[in-house]
């Protein structure tokens, strides 16, 4: 089927504790070290945390060293030989401390069917990339010899015909893993899944008809990325890099052309969207009177300044009102030397970052997951870190890789 392919899918031999091997994506927890800092002091030796960078410590020390340490554990991993190899796909369910159950596949995506820049190929991105936050990722993927997945990407399966009917005979299929995530992530497991099966199923979605009714448009249109848009970018930039290089027949069957995501349905009963709320600090006495004064209309958000609450106006519409407000926000910042913004995911931690920064917290508002796919096909993407799906501690945990070399 155009749009995936079966890979080797690697996970940690049976002696290795998964809930030490497997932590929470590089992008959380951005403004709260000590999360990382407990991590490393529990974790061990072998761990994804010893493969990733984390956002939250990029611009500190010697990132060239982090990074060649970061490739070099990646080859031991490799050379000790700690993997084995699922020829399939996954169907992982995870509960997470919230009670709430997500059930995915984890597959390997054809990168040449998607572009960031573009709204008509198969695998669309949803918000816009932000290309500044590239490099450092490029910097580690590009002489990785593995990849680890925290990219989702969400399915329109309004009749539940994907994942639901493997889920609900999940007792019959081969177990691969079950265990408890750290640091209140919850319970994950993974079983084996015919990949044919799959692929057939994926395919029934692309029905010209069923393209046209949806969306007012015949393009084919499988996959949005819902979570992870800066890694699945940094992977096309990647294998963008690595084409020219490789003959035609080369190209086919390269692994970097292929990133491995897990795919979950838009659905799904479970499937939430949580905003990403604004922290912006250092601004000067101007930014509130002239946010009240640049936007209008019929919504309202939540600021909270050192212990002051108090709602100003927006547009109705949660997509527009959360253009509008980082189109402030950037603007302020371009205007203003020394204002800096953090995206926070969860009130609770949104309004302690603003506290411990001394920052005003702006509590953005929900999208509608009903009219996403409606929505990207025909405007394209959104503004960035326009939503998330779950709180921070719902994010997808790295736990299955793959190689790219």
């Not at 020390?61 to 490739?71: A, L, M, S, W, Y």
């Not at 509130?288 to 547009?315: A, C, D, Q, W, Y």
């Not at 109705?316 to 603007?331: T, Y």
Request: aromatic share 8%; glycine share 6%; net charge negative.
């Amino acid at each position: 089927m155009k749009g995936v392919k079966v890979f080797p899918i690697l996970l940690p031999k049976d002696e290795y504790n998964l809930t030490n091997w497997s932590v929470i994506a590089c992008d959380q927890f951005t403004s709260q070290p000590s999360y990382w800092e407990e991590l490393d002091r529990t974790v061990g030796e072998v761990s994804t945390l010893r493969i990733i960078y984390p956002e939250c410590f990029l611009g500190e020390g010697d990132e060239e060293k982090v990074i060649q340490k970061i490739n070099e554990t990646m080859a031991d991993y490799l050379d000790r030989g700690i993997f084995k190899s699922v020829n399939d796909y996954i169907l992982t369910v995870r509960t997470t401390s919230y009670g709430r159950e997500r059930t995915g596949l984890v597959m390997a995506v054809d990168l040449d069917c998607y572009d960031y820049t573009r709204k008509d190929t198969l695998i669309r991105a949803t918000e816009k990339v932000v290309e500044e936050r590239l490099p450092a990722r490029v910097k580690i993927r590009e002489n990785a010899p593995i990849e680890l997945p925290h990219v989702l990407l969400l399915i329109d399966d309004e009749k539940q015909s994907v994942i639901k009917p493997f889920a609900e005979k999940k007792e019959s299929l081969e177990k691969l893993y079950d265990f408890e995530l750290n640091q209140k992530g919850g319970h994950i497991c993974g079983y084996r899944v015919d990949a044919k099966e799959v692929e057939e199923k994926l395919s029934a979605l692309l029905n010209p008809q069923r393209l046209k009714e949806r969306y007012n448009s015949d393009t084919p249109f499988l996959f949005a990325v819902g979570d992870g848009n800066h890694s699945l970018a940094a992977a096309k930039k990647c294998w963008e890099n690595i084409k020219p290089q490789l003959s035609a027949e080369e190209r086919e069957n390269h692994p970097a052309r292929y990133c491995l995501v897990e795919v979950d349905n838009i659905h799904e009963e479970d499937m939430n969207f949580e905003p990403i709320h604004r922290v912006v600090m250092g601004m000067g006495d101007d930014f509130i009177p002239n946010l009240e004064k640049t936007l209008k209309g019929e919504g309202e958000v939540e600021l909270i300044f050192r212990g002051e609450h108090r709602f100003i106006s927006v547009p109705k519409e949660p997509a527009l009102a959360i253009k509008e407000l980082q189109e402030f926000i950037d603007d302020y910042i371009k205007n203003h030397d020394g204002v800096s913004q953090d995206y926070v995911h969860g009130t609770e931690h949104s309004v302690s970052v603003a506290e411990k920064e001394d920052g005003i917290c702006i509590l953005f508002p929900s999208l509608s997951k009903d009219t996403l796919f409606r929505y990207i096909s025909e405007n394209g993407t959104l503004c960035r870190k326009s939503f998330s799906m779950g709180e921070a501690e719902e994010k997808r945990y790295y736990l299955e890789a793959k190689l790219i070399k």
